[in-house]
């Protein structure tokens, strides 16, 4: 059973069972047959009480499938609870769930307690039945909402008390708010010297894979780019025309501390990469971040290896809404220093430290191999809002 139970009145009913067993008795004594009739009567309403108090919510289960919803503040969603009951109705009750002030009910009472939200909202389920009941939601800030508590509070039908089912196993359900994203109006440069994806006319590199037309077979074209069947038609010799493609790619470097603590910009500085994050994610650019946040496991500080598309952007935005200042840091030098060793560096570096001199010998060896794009502190809050 996923449910912890907790029971209250049933106290008084067992006291009300025994009375009327003792006035069974005097009835019978007294050869009151009337009020043998009507105890009787009572004396089954109790036992059914007592039966269902012992039963109700045996066969009750909560869908508990994985499901993160996800917001940007100020956005609406909802969370969608399933239920399943296979045993005594539930009738009058009410569901109680509390979850994290990342996100608010939105258009219902709710109870703020602590750093959590209660929603109280009826509830009723018959026999073999399925019922979903949708919270609505609102995104406030980034971060991610737990759903800390989930419970069903079933009042006795005939007297007083209630039961109260908690649900026991970790609730699978969450919702995640993005850091706020602002456009950004900004070419990033591709490099003509490496091949890539990017289609670019004036790039050294053809892409084998998507021809777009055909010329003229003109002398040193290679063998395998001849087009037979248009040669064919044309009686002409024919050269495939390739598309031009050029290498493309970002590594954005932000230093969120200074020493050992996280400097007030913290989350200028998580909004700014969440912006050009989302920019190369329209333009199709690759891009990979770090920032010197410890992590645990192979990479030490918080690092997202370089990728493009939809499940890339996501891994990016979900990575960069449970950040909290509360993280311990790494010195920046020894990201650098770990960068520099074991990856290789893109077309295209953004770095945003303070006191950008202090790192002067790594910087200066990366230019050699990228184009380092220095960004100020006081820029990484500069985004237009447009």
């Known amino acids: 059973m996923n449910w912890n139970r907790h029971g209250s009145g049933m106290r008084n009913t067992k006291m009300y069972l025994d009375l009327l067993v003792f006035a069974l008795v005097l009835s019978f004594l007294f050869k009151q047959f009337l009020f043998v009739a009507v105890i009787t009567f009572l004396l089954l309403i109790a036992l059914v009480q007592i039966i269902y108090f012992h039963r109700v919510g045996q066969k009750f289960y909560f869908v508990n499938d994985k499901n993160r919803i996800r917001l940007i503040k100020d956005t609406s969603s909802h969370f969608t609870l399933k239920f399943n009951n296979k045993g005594f109705p539930i009738w009058n009750a009410n569901l109680i769930i509390s979850f994290q002030t990342n996100v608010e009910p939105d258009g219902i009472f709710n109870t703020a307690v602590g750093d959590f939200h209660e929603v109280k909202i009826p509830f009723s389920i018959g026999y073999n039945k399925s019922v979903s009941l ?144 989302d920019a190369c994610y329209k333009q199709d650019i690759p891009f990979s971040f770090a920032l010197n946040i410890r992590a645990s496991g192979k990479v030490p500080f918080v690092y997202l290896p370089l990728g493009s598309g939809d499940s890339h952007r996501i891994q990016a935005m979900e990575l960069l809404s449970i950040l909290s200042i509360a993280n311990s840091l790494v010195p920046f030098d020894k990201l650098l220093a770990y960068l520099d060793l074991h990856e290789e560096l893109p077309v295209a570096t953004y770095v945003i430290t303070n006191r950008e001199d202090t790192f002067t010998p790594f910087l200066h060896r990366w230019e050699q191999r990228t184009n380092v794009i220095y960004k100020s502190s006081a820029k990484a809050g500069g985004i237009s809002h447009g």
């Open 134 to 277: 949708k919270v609505p939601i609102k995104g406030v800030s980034r971060g991610l909402a737990r759903i800390k508590q989930l419970q069903v509070e079933i009042p006795h039908p005939l007297t007083e008390g209630s039961i109260l089912l908690e649900f026991k196993p970790y609730i699978l359900l969450d919702a995640i708010v993005f850091p706020t994203i602002y456009n950004i109006n900004e070419d990033f440069a591709p490099s003509k010297l490496k091949q890539g994806e990017l289609a670019l006319n004036s790039s050294l590199f053809d892409d084998p894979f998507f021809p777009v037309g055909t010329r003229e077979y003109e002398p040193g074209d290679q063998f395998h780019h001849i087009h037979w069947k248009a040669s064919a038609k044309t009686q002409q010799l024919q050269t495939k025309i390739f598309t031009r493609v050029a290498n493309v790619s970002v590594l954005f470097v932000i230093n969120v501390g200074k020493k050992y603590n996280i400097l007030s910009d913290f989350e200028e500085k998580l909004e700014w990469l969440a912006s050009y994050a």
